[in-house]
């Protein structure tokens, strides 16, 4: 396997509060993503990052921020934590230019927003 | 129209059937295409690639019509083991590194 950490695996949180997700990787991959998955919606894209301090903003991205300060560490931001970002979050790597292998996912964090 | 559209479901086969997945892409751009299996409260994890020759890895099949924009996917022979969600996944915008999802097939293996 790549290498891949997420942290915390699970977590409660209350409306308004702001939440920091964790994804770690010990493979030197450049591309890291963070994605949710909701029912019916699959995947999306919330935020990537194609460098150190090089990110970009997927299709669902608003309420949410991200940050990468070393090759390893690509870390979720929620501002200000909403109901509707109940959701399995997930981090993923790029193990190569083009996509030509996919992604290499972590185990996910189930975060719940009450 | 979702740029991946896959039929959700579910499959309810009988060990050792055959069993096929199509899934359809919008984007006439997409690069490259991959299927994922997903278990049950598990991260998603790549299956296979898809070529334009179509490619075949054990009972597992995958076939790309660009003409049509489907992708298709095969399994031979299944197991209980593939119970599974699987996605069927197209690199939309090469360069970006960005993959798109569908939201996936859900099959269910029978004893």
């Known amino acids: 396997d790549a290498g891949i950490t997420q942290s915390p695996r699970h977590k409660v949180t209350e409306t308004g509060t702001p939440v920091t997700l964790r994804c770690h990787q010990t493979?030197?991959?450049?591309?890291m993503y963070w994605y949710r998955q909701d029912p019916g919606h699959g995947l999306r894209l919330i935020h990537y990052?194609?460098?150190?301090?090089?990110?970009d903003k997927g299709e669902v991205s608003d309420g949410y921020s991200v940050s990468r300060s070393k090759t390893e560490d690509f870390l979720l931001t929620l501002e200000s934590a909403t109901s509707s970002q109940t959701s399995v979050y997930f981090c993923a790597i790029s193990e190569s230019t083009g996509g030509l292998y996919g992604y290499t996912f972590g185990s996910g964090t189930r975060l719940t927003v009450v | 129209r979702k740029e991946v559209e896959q039929d959700p479901g579910p499959f309810n086969v009988p060990e050792g059937a055959t069993v096929a997945f199509n899934c359809t892409y919008s984007?006439?751009?997409?690069?490259?295409f991959f299927w994922y299996r997903q278990d049950c409260r598990k991260e998603p994890k790549l299956l296979m690639s898809v070529y334009s020759s179509g490619n075949e890895d054990g009972r597992f099949t995958a076939q790309l019509n660009r003409a049509s924009q489907y992708i298709s996917l095969l399994i031979r022979d299944s197991k209980l083991s593939d119970s599974a969600t699987y996605l069927c996944v197209a690199l939309t915008n090469f360069g970006n590194e960005k993959l798109t999802f569908g939201t996936g097939t859900r099959l269910t293996i029978i004893p």
């Open positions: 984007n006439s751009a997409s690069q490259s």
């Open positions: 990052s194609y460098g150190v301090k090089d990110t």
């Open positions: 493979e030197n991959h450049r591309y």
